[in-house]
């Protein structure tokens, strides 16, 4: 063992400078056979899940990166900027319609303060919390499921869906939300870990549920459902680990969690103070719908509707993978209920975090058929399903993966069911993954909203100049006024423009005269829209129109 550690610490200096200290304690062979070793051990790191875990959390940051920068503005970002972001002032007393997400808003003022001159500033709050999210459920995923083959497939099945990949890079408050939440679920699952021994009640806990709070309501109030449960959650915790201890450490957690109740009750107080009354009276925006529509827009369109073209199949992998959770789900109940019968307890087939996970995602779905069904809130856009959206994509995981434990005394079947589950949840990971370069969201109209920034930038790289006169496909297109708006107000010489006088026209999918040109017509095509050139425009600047032509084709 001396002679293998000294092996391995090559960095530590020798006792004896100038010599070798284990040239004559190990024989010439036992020298080959370490230095193999240790070229085989170089390898092994390649197997290891957790390295592969963190490839694709830097793969999945380093998308977001990408397309913060390169994916345009859209208008409902430079809404928010333009209305509610010019000072601190008007982000926490303005409020005329659901676009302002206040932290959000505030966030983007302080980072316009420091990075006001890089055009796409306004999503560094978004981007930063987005990779916090992603930090949160590769942690998340690490902990509850057990096979190394399904984590590799849940965790780029949750931060590579095209749904929840959009919402945590655009400047919108549900990537702050998201990364709060799931943070805090997170730090959570760590506390349950250590149920059983008791949780300390720490102020750190108690300042850092605050924070959560006040971060995830700030910036979304729809998160509210998950919220409630976590802090419910927190709150069994510390009781259950306060009662181990005594009654005066019980009492000790109570006041702690009021609290947490009365600190995150305070701090929302002042961040909505001026807005509350017009919050109230914007509540008439969304209608209530059923639940199951609801369920419907959220868990179905994210995870099915993104290439129409193919919708069959599509939805015969949809409901492949509805079919083997159906499955995995009546087989975990069974191995849950005959090891309770037998009094061994159901924690080996859901130990803390992984029972944490799905007890949070059903008190998550009640809590919203309650607060739809019962009381007739309006759950608001489908967007806001986000949050639960991610809970179920991890729960089917979990599920998947102890049903595949549950039955491993059967011969080969844990195997294939595995296999089963990977393939089918693989497939759903492809078909559901990110465009390079548009945003997938309302892709009739985001997208095409999100390709004014690309434009804008290849125009200015071209003649930086020239004034470009766009041309806007109304009705289709009118919402990208905003952007042209926006990107004019960073150095960018675009104008939009009406009637025949014009240079570019962004024309949604393809306009009915095909002898039309187009500019870049491949690089828009993520975009659901193409960009025509009126070459008449261009007989006095022969020069510009060819190096326009010429630059589309690259």
Known sequence: ???????????????NPGKDDTDDQVSPMMKIFLRQYQFKNQFRLLKNPLFVLLIILLAAIGFRLYKAHYTGIIYDEVWTYEDYCQ??????????????HLLNSIFIVLTQKVLGGYDHFIRVPAVLFGALFCCAITYIVHKTIRSSLLKVIILPLVLMNWFIFDLTYLARGYALALGATFTGIAVLMHLSS?????VPVSWRVIFFLIAMNFTALGSMLSSLSLVLNINIAYGLLMILGSSKRGEKTLIKAMG???????????????LYQHVFSNMISLRHMFEVEPFYIYLKRVLWRPLLYTDLSQIKFNLWVYNASLGLLAFCTVICLWASFTRLKSRKGCNPIFSNPALLILLLSLAV???MFVQSMVFGFSLGLARNGVFLLSLILISTGILMDRAAWALSRVKFFPLLLRLACTGVLTVMCFRNLPSRRAVDIRTYDWGVQSAIGPLTRILHQIDPYETWEIKLREPQTINC???IRYYSGFGYNIKQVKGDA???????EHPPDRRVVYFAQKRFADHHCCIVVNVAAFQNKRSLLYDLLIFGEK
Do not use: C
């Open 1 to 15: 063992m001396p002679i293998v550690y000294k092996f391995w610490r090559p960095w530590e200096k020798s006792k």
């Open 87 to 100: 000072d601190l002032h008007i982000a926490v007393t303005s409020y005329q319609s659901t676009n302002n």
């Open 365 to 367: 779905l009640l809590f």
């Open 194 to 198: 250590k149920a059983e021994t008791g």
């Open 256 to 270: 702690r969690l009021g609290v947490i109740a009365l600190g995150s009750a305070a701090a929302l107080y002042l």
């Open 481 to 483: 006024n905003r952007s």
């Open 502 to 508: 014009y240079d570019l026209w962004v024309y949604p």
